[in-house]
């Protein structure tokens, strides 16, 4: 009895690159939806709450916060999409974390609506 498994081979050619691929396009989104969740969610809730010199204060800190995760997420893409594209499951993978990406923007943008109309 043989203790291979298909679902263990290592990726082929192929799946590596196209985890590659998609880890650039997972990037180019992430860019998307930084500049979308900072431009239509955190600068008008701090335009209605807070102080001008606190504004270019937490701009800042906005803006270094969105880029760690962005880069954490990139990295950690890439290295899962590599993992699935091993055990042939990349296209789900792919999908989920697309979803993401175009949900987190969305849902700050209605948050930030909802905050400002409350106010």
Do not use: C
Request: aromatic residues 14%; hydrophobic residues 60%.
């Amino acid at each position: 009895m043989s203790r291979y498994s298909p679902r263990a081979a290592p990726a082929s050619l192929w799946g590596r690159f196209l985890a590659g691929a998609l880890t650039v396009v997972t990037t180019g989104l992430g860019l998307i939806a930084w500049i979308a969740l900072t431009t239509f969610a955190v600068h008008p809730i701090m335009r209605a709450y807070s102080a001008p010199l606190a504004e270019r204060w937490w701009d800042s800190v906005a803006n270094i916060l969105f880029a760690l995760i962005w880069l954490a997420s990139v990295y950690l893409s890439g290295y899962f999409y590599q993992k699935a594209a091993a055990r042939r499951t990349l296209w789900p993978l792919f999908a989920k974390v697309t979803l993401i990406e175009v949900l987190v923007p969305l849902l700050g943008m209605g948050i930030a609506l909802l905050l400002i109309r409350l106010r």
